[in-house]
């Protein structure tokens, strides 16, 4: 039986969150679901020292934690769904030193088209960025995010229409994810190409500063593709990839290589 793992970023078990991804599990009866709330994790946050990407993420002074478990887990999910609720505009505290500590993960990405969704909510604002900043992270570690749910809870308990639109929504980006998780190796969204390419570029950009990011790319053989996977990529698609990539390396050198 195929595994989706959630990754919680709730401390409540029982919360709002939950409650769309529980409804989002009943609609994927077909698959074993296994939850990791990461308030109940040994996780320890990011102090900056930047040793993951210098030298590797062993070389991190708290490897012994459970970030590198949670992450080696993660890799071997056939489906994944990042949850938080919406905190000041952003995620939960907890999930967001996992983001931190796993930033390596993005540089060297290893969820390589891992079918993933994401889920938010919010009394009033932001649940919307929240989930498409979960799909970012998601995407930049390789995951081939299929679509994000931000729910506003007061609206949906006050206004019909919008709950009617909300209830309608996830039975589809349920049946969605269901597809993907089925036949995952579907071709890339252009989303996908670009952040792929953004960050083939940087590695290969860095090189001199980041050697391991280099090394991992060119170790993988992705340093020459146009994807982590072999597809066939359109040619509109490669264009405007190709176009993109002149920009994304202006912007990387300016952003990456100084004297600090």
């Not at 994790?41 to 949670?70: N, Y």
């Not at 940087?202 to 072999?230: C, L, M």
Request: proline letters at 5%; glycine letters at 6%.
């Amino acid at each position: 039986m195929k595994k989706i793992l959630v990754l919680s970023g709730s401390p409540r078990k029982n919360g709002h969150t939950m409650k769309f991804v529980n409804e989002i599990e009943s609609n994927m009866n077909q698959f074993d679901f296994e939850y990791l709330h990461v308030y109940d994790l040994d996780i320890k946050p990011c102090i900056g020292c930047k040793a993951c990407i210098k030298k590797d993420e062993m070389a991190c002074p708290f490897k012994s934690d459970d970030v590198l478990p949670i992450l080696e887990k993660l890799e071997r999910a056939d489906g994944l769904i990042f949850t938080s609720p919406t905190y000041s505009r952003t995620v939960s505290g907890q999930l967001k030193n996992f983001i931190d500590r796993t930033n390596f993960s993005l540089h060297r990405p290893r969820l390589i088209n891992i079918p993933m969704i994401a889920v938010s909510t919010t009394d009033i604002l932001m649940a919307d960025k929240v989930a498409s900043y979960l799909g970012v992270i998601g995407s930049s570690m390789g995951a081939n995010v299929i679509g994000g749910l931000g729910v506003k809870i007061g609206k949906y308990h006050n206004d019909s229409n919008y709950k009617a639109k909300v209830e309608k929504t996830v039975p589809k980006m349920s049946h969605d994810f269901m597809m993907a998780v089925e036949n995952p190796n579907r071709k890339p969204s252009m989303k996908q190409l670009l952040r792929f390419t953004l960050w083939k570029t940087r590695a290969v950009i860095g090189k001199d500063i980041s050697p391991n990011d280099y090394q991992y790319w060119h170790d993988k053989g992705w340093i020459e593709k146009d994807f982590f996977t072999d597809v066939s990529i359109p040619f509109p698609k490669k264009l405007v990839v190709k176009i993109a990539s002149k920009r994304l390396s202006k912007l990387i050198q300016t952003g990456i290589l100084y004297k600090d």
